[in-house]
């Protein structure tokens, strides 16, 4: 929005803020404070010191009543002390209090006392401590009571209870007290409230109410301050509105009101936007304006720009930082460091890493773990770990030899992992772990859990498992206990490895050494008996799982059914399939659509209708692939009305049928001879959006040349083109094929010439084709000109493919006619034309 013209701000501040309120006045960013800005307005001189003893005296009284425990209110000394209850006296008794509890405790007697009444100094020193105190629901309960009961208040005390609200993000409640205030009489907000409420705004992202209060502000003539616009500011960034953000600091700027909070503001949200060049821009025009970020800000910037991958920046920041006089501390060189590897840069975290040391700032295990994981250079790992083995304890250096030997299966040098594990323990004697400067360890430490873990996890994603086995019982013979996970890792390799006998026996041992087994570790198990397709095991297995309450996984489930179905025992597959029903497991509808799809491939047609019409009745809604099994079963089995009355099952059900369901139901009419009824569902393809490709026109081209309807096929060829669909390969050798099988070879040939130019290969039997139909047209010439280009590219058939023979007989058929006898002579003496195709042609020489 349009800023009005902002004047001088003002000097003095109005006169209903009590001078005590002068630290309200002061925008810090948050309210922990020591002082109470705005105390009980009194009528005594605050000098008196008759006075002060008298309140001093009331005020420890009550103290040490609602601090002794147990509290009771009928106290005989509180009795005597309610009839000398204030205003005065409730501040202080409050300001006393440490706990929130007993603050609150207090306050709601004090409430209830005849003859007394709250004032807005009393709600706002209870509203002070609830919200130092984060206690939401009573700062919500008072705010209601100030309206309810009418309590007037001062600008100021409207403005600091504003501020309590805003500091626990209760923005709407801020905003609707301020109205009510107003709206009821109880206040008439001045600058100062109007400040307040900005202030407490600031906190939320909503833009329209901060400027909507804005210009309310200027349209009761209320002038604008540095204090009015920093919380705006604050907000178009917390909203990330980029480009009002800068328009305000910029006109901040101009009229000399930017200071280091209002600077901090605008770089910090930079950061955050991930706008790193243009934070560090600004943090130099401050520079600038001789203002120089606090450490505070340091830090959270440079984390800032480490996370934006910016370490460039972030470590100009840390020079900057170290020119300030701020000193880092280990924490800073971390994320230093970490950023540093992150991007391979590890000379420069070589550097730091020096630095630090050298300001005698020792170096925790996170950054000496960083470093040494990111390092693939055997020659850096040995000098970190010549320069820190001496330098750390026996845990730390545990933990730095780890790290070493996650680098080195990192780097996928597992031998180099297990001689470093064998060395950690001692154990030097090998020859490799002389020869090797990296594997020679100072300092001998006992591997811990952690380390034979990362050891065998590396050897088992690398296929070695045996070897990871093997380190397994050395780490039981040294008395290291195995964990959950090495368990886990090495049953799942057994498994995947189809060792169940094995798996088995890791994984009773795991249960005798009292570890519960996992959802996955029992998945493990019953993937591996699901591909061995022991149906036995894997429902015991699944008994167990049951107790546990884990499920097992429906991909093993499909893969046991499809292995079962693969191997005709599809009726074993669904006998596996109720058990698991009975057992209590709902199963997905896809291993019961393998088992259809088996069920129909050894045609057992009905039985699979039956499995299907079963599990509809038991809740089940199988999908559209599904379906498309049983109707395709259904079309190979020449039950093609049927399987179209499923299709219109589907439809009711709300299911829409795919291109592969109508291709289905198209090649099923096409073999049951009704190729009419086939274009019917091409015309409902269109009629329900779902476009025909490349396999729907060819299927139907073949059925129409099969009902010798080539006419009918070139059409629809046509059609296809028009449609935007390309034919493939197939359609070609389809449309020739069926084009030769009615008899016109002439117009096949074109279309052979245009698969060609294409550059698609026909495949042989679309050659034998065109010969075969040539030689019945007894268009000779043109046989043997398709038998010269088979030659040519030595496409003949296999010996014993059918079409061998048929290519055979077109030789003896063309060397009887004069017309092709020479040529055909020629191809045999050039031994273009195999044996097998000319073995009964005589020779005539």
Known sequence: MALPKITEARNNLRKSIRPCALLSLLFTKNLSHTH??????????????????????????????????????????????????????????????????????FFTWASNQCGYKHNCYTYNAMASILSRARQIPPLRAMVMD??????????????????????????????????????????????????????????????????????????????????????????????????????????????????????????????????????????????????????????????????????????????????????????????????????????????????????????????????????????????????????????????????????????????????FLKAMMGDQSDADVVEHKLLRVKKAIRPDTTSFSIVIDGLLRTGKLDSALNIFQHMKQIGCAPNIMIYKNLIDGLCNSNRSEESYELFREMKLSRFEPTRFIYNSIYGCLCRMEDVVAALDLVKEMRVYGYEPYTKHSTLLVKGLCKHGRAVEACKFLASMVQEGFLLDIIPYSAAIDGLIKTQEVDRALELFRDICSRGYCPDVVAYNILISGLCKAKRVSEAEDILHEMEVKGLVPSVITYNLLVDGWCKNGDVDQAMLFLSRMFVKDRKPNVITYTTLMNGLCNAERPDDALVLWNEMGREGCSPNNIAFMALINGLCKCGRPDTALVYLHQMQEKEMEPDTFVYVALMSSFLCNLNLPLAFEILKEMAGKGNFPDPLDKNCLIVRDAVLKLLEDARTSSRVRNLIAEGRIPKICCSDVKDEG
């Open 146 to 419: 100030i309206v309810n009961l009418r309590c007037s208040m001062s600008p100021g005390a409207l403005g600091y209870l504003v501020r309590c609200l805003g500091s626990v993000g209760l923005f709407d409640e801020a905003n609707v007290l301020f109205d009510q205030a107003r709206r009821m009489g109880l206040c008439v907000p001045n600058d100062y409230s109007y400040n307040c409420l900005l202030e407490a705004l600031s906190k939320s992202n909503s833009v329209v109410l901060i400027e909507m209060r804005m210009k309310e502000m200027h349209d009761y003539g209320w002038k604008f301050s540095k204090y009015t616009l920093t919380p705006v500011l604050q907000v178009y960034c917390n909203a990330g509105k980029f480009e009002k953000a800068l328009s305000m600091f910029n006109d901040m700027n101009e009229r000399g009101w930017v200071d280091l909070h209002v600077f901090s503001i605008l770089v910090m949200s930079f950061s955050k936007w991930g706008e790193v060049d243009k934070a560090f821009e600004l943090i130099e025009r401050m520079e600038d304006h001789n203002i120089t970020l606090n450490e505070k800000t340091f830090r959270v910037l440079i984390h800032g720009f480490v996370k934006e991958s910016r370490v460039d920046k972030a470590l100009q920041l840390f020079d900057k930082m170290q020119q300030s006089g701020f000193y880092p501390d280990v924490s800073l060189y971390d994320v230093l460091i970490g950023g540093l590897c992150k991007i391979k840069e590890l000379e420069k975290a070589l550097h730091l890493f020096s630095e630090m040391r050298q300001l005698g700032i020792h170096p925790d295990v996170k950054i000496l773990t960083k470093l040494m994981t990111f390092f693939s250079e055997e020659k850096k790992m040995i000098q970190l770990l010549e320069e820190m083995q001496e330098d750390i304890d026996e845990e730390a250096m545990s933990l730095l030899y780890n790290s070493v030997l996650n680098a080195l299966v990192k780097n996928n040098s597992i031998d180099k992992a297990f001689l």
């Open 36 to 105: 109470r800005p705005i105390c009980t307005k009194t009528h005594t001189n605050i000098y008196d010191s008759s006075f002060h003893s008298d309140l001093t005296s009331i005020t420890n009284g009550f103290i040490s009543i609602f601090t002794k425990k147990p509290f009771s209110p009928h106290n005989p000394e509180l009795n005597s002390l309610s009839p000398r209850l204030t205003t005065q006296v409730v501040e202080s008794v409050l300001n006393c209090l440490k706990s929130w509890k007993i603050a609150h405790m």
